[in-house]
Structures are given as C-alpha cells and as structure tokens.
C-alpha cells in the first residue's frame, strides 16, 4: 500500500513537472515569436523606407529633365494662353464695337417713332378708316387707300426694325459677357500657370545648385553631353545642304556678350580639376537676352535636342552648321531662312546646363571644329 502510494505521488510530481517545464517552454516560445515580428516589422519599416529612397533618389540627369519637361509644358500652355487672350481681346473690342452701332440704330430711329406717335397723339381718334371715309371721289379714296396703305408698312417695318435692334442690342451684350468671361478664366489659368512654372524653375535652381556640388553627377553629365554631341552627327549630316559655303567669317552670336567661360576642346575642368573635352564654347550671357544668326542659312533644328535643351541648328552651305544650346525659348522654325545678325532665340538654361548661357558649336562635315577662328 505504502509502495503504490509512493508511485502514485511520483507520478503525480512528474506530470506536475512536466506540465510547469511545458508551460514555460510554451512562454518562451511566444516571447520569441513576439521578438521575431518586431524584427521583421522592423525589416519591412526599412525596405519601404529604402523603395520610397529609391524613388525620391533619382540620379540628377533625370530631375533635370523632368523639370524640363514640365517647364517647357508649362511655357507653352502659357503661350498658347496668350494666344487666346489676344483673340479674346479682339472680340471684345468688336463686340463693343458692334454694340455700339446696334444703339445708334435703334437711337435714330427712335426719333422716327416717338414723331409718329406725337402725330398719332395729336390726331386722336382719327385713324386709318377715318381717312378713308374722307375721300370725296373715287380717284381721292384709291389715293387715301394707297397712302394709308404705306403709312401701315412704314409702321410695321419701324416697329419690326425696333424690335429687331433691341433684340441684336440683348445679343450683343450677353457675347460681349461671354467673352469678358471668357477672358477672365483665361486670366485665371494663365496666373495657376505662372506659379506652377515659377515653382518647377524654383525646383531646377535647386537641382543644378546641387549638381555643382556633386562632382560625380557632374562628371556623368559632362560625359552623356558629349556622347549626345556625338549622337547628333548623323542627323546633321542627314539634314544639312550640299550647295557651297559662301558666308565668310561668322558673326559673333550674343550681341553684347563677349566673355567666353568654357573654352573649346580638352581643358581642366574648374570643378572636377580632371581634362574634359569641350565640344563647343560657352558664352556668358544674361538670361532671356537675344541670340542671333552667325550668318545666313537655313534652319535644320529648332527645338528640343536632348542634352542641349532647347536648341537651334543652321546649315550654311558647304558641310559648315552652327549649334545654340540650352535656350530658353526659339523664335524660328525648321525650314526658315534666316540672315546674318538676326534674332533665332533667347538665352536660357535648358538641357543639361547649370546655368544661363549659350553653348556654341561649329561643326564641318557633321563634326565639332573650335568654334574660335570661324568668329573671330
């Protein structure tokens, strides 16, 4: 009996045992757990931060161009804008002008048929039957009947015509307010565009500031300018003419403007102290300032050209292209003929450009020559 209770109690330790060793490994288990899901929340928390980084870290050359798009959209919506304000503007002025008459119209003949109703007033009851009754022949009857019968057109036709003139007067006034309208919501869309544009060049000064510090990204840009400069050699020569070269020395393309801040050709570059070439000459210029013709020829480009930004080419005959870089807006057209000294452009900094100036380039036969000899 003694030996059957010690087993029982044994047993009962060892169930005990087992049940307390079981419900602290499960304890463990569960901490563990709960440290296990904080490190991978954790681990989620940073690759989201790392995705959303990856996004906002995109390299420079593409927050460039970017902006630049939505610049030059900006620009020409603004353009276009101004367009329409111009149109708006002649159609209120002919609106008001056209409203105007109508009143005169309407005030002369006015006078018309405030005479006919002081006629009709001081006459009384007496009205067309009356003067018909007082014919004393036949002859005398078909001559009243006859000039009743016009004084009854000519009033019809005057109050027609009144009516009529008041109605165009109602029109004229309720166009001349649609266009009023119309103009003020131009106004307004035109101002939302300005700011969204002053905000986007804001952003573009930020960007190029930064990419002057970053002599990496500099370095890449300078690089991808002169793979593009190479890039464009076939489609000048696609376009360019094959008549002869007749225009002499070149005129200096930025009236005004003479000192050049990057010289043609391999040089030292002022920021990454490393040789660079330079595929052109850079002309330290104001923004916005005119840029003109070396010489007479025919526009080839006159639009966007990848790195250069907003660009123009000029073929002068005999293999012999000019390049104007990173402008801010163009005021000629592919396929224009263009004189020596005449404006094509404005002064920006568009492309891959850190600053306002003009880059030029002379190319022979496709290819970038210093542009030095050629203008001075």
Request: proline share 2%; net charge positive; with cysteine.
């Amino acid at each position: 009996m003694k030996d059957k209770y010690k087993r029982i109690c044994i047993v009962g330790v060892t169930i005990m045992s087992l049940l307390i060793t079981g419900n602290t490994f499960a304890l463990d288990v569960n901490s563990d757990q709960k440290k296990l899901n904080q490190v991978n929340n954790q681990i989620n928390q940073v690759q989201k931060e790392l995705n959303a980084n990856k996004k906002k870290q995109k390299s420079i050359n593409d927050q460039i161009n970017e902006l630049d798009r939505k610049i030059d959209k900006a620009e020409r919506e603004i353009a276009d804008i101004n367009v329409e304000i111009g149109r708006t503007k002649k159609k209120i002025v002919k609106a008001k002008e056209e409203l105007v008459q109508a009143e005169n119209n309407i005030h002369d003949k006015n006078d018309t048929l405030n005479a006919r109703l002081n006629v009709m007033y001081k006459n009384g009851d007496i009205g067309y039957a009356q003067v018909l009754l007082d014919s004393e022949s036949i002859i005398d009857l078909l001559s009243n009947l006859d000039m009743v019968k016009k004084i009854f057109e000519q009033d019809m036709d005057l109050l027609a015509y009144m009516k009529e003139q008041r109605d165009e007067i109602d029109t004229k006034k309720r166009t001349l307010e649609s266009h009023k309208s119309t103009m003020d919501r131009m106004l307004r869309n035109m101002n939302s565009k300005q700011k969204e544009l002053e905000v986007s060049r804001g952003q573009m000064r930020n960007v190029k500031e930064e990419l002057k510090k970053n002599s990496k990204e500099l370095e890449k840009q300078i690089d991808a300018m002169n793979a593009y400069a190479r890039k464009i050699e076939e489609e000048i020569r696609r376009k360019q003419s094959t008549g002869k070269y007749i225009g002499g020395k070149l005129a200096w393309p930025a009236p005004g403007y003479t000192r050049i801040t990057s010289p043609y050709g391999f040089r030292i570059h002022p920021i990454l102290k490393r040789k660079k070439l330079h595929t052109g000459i850079d002309i330290g210029i104001s923004y916005g300032k005119r840029i003109v013709a070396a010489g007479d020829g025919t526009i080839i480009k006159a639009g966007w050209l990848g790195a250069y930004g907003k660009a123009v080419m000029i073929d002068h005959g005999g293999g012999v292209v000019t390049l104007y870089g990173h402008n801010s807006s163009i005021v000629v057209k592919e396929g224009q003929k263009v004189k020596r000294g005449q404006t094509i452009s404005k002064c920006g900094s568009t492309g891959w450009s850190t600053g306002a100036h003009l880059h030029f380039e002379v190319r022979k036969n496709a290819k970038c020559v210093d542009p030095i000899p050629w203008v001075k």
